[in-house]
């Protein structure tokens, strides 16, 4: 089955080490289509180096920059990947990999963080929207929801800011691709506040939070994680000399 994987990324030191290390993940498995979406005026040739170098053997290379004032990090970048999804199956003229694309599911992955190749397989048993847990994510161990095991059923979340409508990390989910070739797609609100952008996200779905299919046995394996690279290092903007010599 199909994974679309809408990453954003922005330049900064550890860029490269963080897009090394999602690249190797999701090259591991087959038929993973990795949409890389560049906050930035212009698409890189640092960036389009490393996919080049990568073993993906499907990717997508797109940039939009954050418009001025907005804070959510990302959002732009993934309702960009959505548009590069929909030209990815609307313009497959092969009509049985069309229907194997329309069959898909759709993972937004932070660059920053790390993953277990395993989480494809739950991003695969996805039939309309899924969670699984996020390691360190939320100032707390792992962020899940708790499953009543008889019923299988979600009957709530473990996460920071229980109250929210959907206490998920945008880790923590996946859903059907579908949700993307209708009209008008879901898509990110980049109006959203921090503590609603999942939310706002979740609910056009029409899938309540008790509704979302619980993954990872029950949610109790964790196969992605929050890492903050390097704190002495995460988010800085590079050196004057950082393309001029060294390929970091
Ligand atoms: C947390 C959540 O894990 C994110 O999913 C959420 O978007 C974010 O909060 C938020 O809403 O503020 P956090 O670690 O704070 O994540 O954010 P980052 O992982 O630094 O950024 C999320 C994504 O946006 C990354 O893929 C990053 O490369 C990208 N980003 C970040 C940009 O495209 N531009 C930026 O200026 C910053």
């Known amino acids: ?21 999602l690249f190797n993940t999701f090259a591991l498995s087959a038929n993973v ?22 073993t993906l053997l499907h990717w997508s290379h797109r940039h939009v920059k954050t418009s001025a004032g907005l804070h959510v990090k990302g959002s732009e970048q993934r309702n960009e990947g959505i548009w590069a999804i929909r030209h990815i199956v609307f313009n497959e003229t092969d009509a049985d990999l069309r229907k194997a694309y329309e ?14 190749v395993r989480i494809l397989d739950e991003l695969r048993k996805v039939r309309n929207v899924g ?24 009957t709530g979340y473990s996460a920071w800011n229980e109250l929210r409508a959907y206490p998920i990390d945008t880790a923590g989910f996946g859903l059907h691709v579908r949700h993307f070739l209708q009209d008008p797609p879901v898509l990110f609100n980049p109006q959203s506040k921090t503590c609603g952008l999942e939310g706002d996200f979740l609910k056009q779905t029409n ?19 929050h890492v903050g690279t390097d704190i002495k290092w995460a988010g800085k903007r590079p050196p004057s000399d950082f393309d001029a010599e060294f390929d970091i």
């Open 1 to 21: 089955r199909w994974v679309f994987v809408v990453a954003p990324t922005y330049r900064r030191v550890t860029q490269r080490l963080d897009l090394t290390r």
């Open 33 to 54: 289509h990795m949409i890389v979406v560049e906050d930035s005026v212009n698409r890189t040739a640092k960036v389009e180096r490393v996919l080049n170098e990568s």
């Open 103 to 116: 069959d898909g599911v759709a993972y937004f992955a932070d660059d920053d963080n790390a993953y277990d």
């Open 131 to 154: 969670t699984w847990p996020v390691g360190l994510s939320g100032q707390r161990i792992a962020e899940r929801c708790e499953v009543n095991a008889t019923t299988g059923k979600i």
């Open 207 to 225: 899938v309540s939070k008790y509704d979302i299919e619980p993954l990872a046995d029950n949610c109790t394996k964790v196969y992605t994680w």
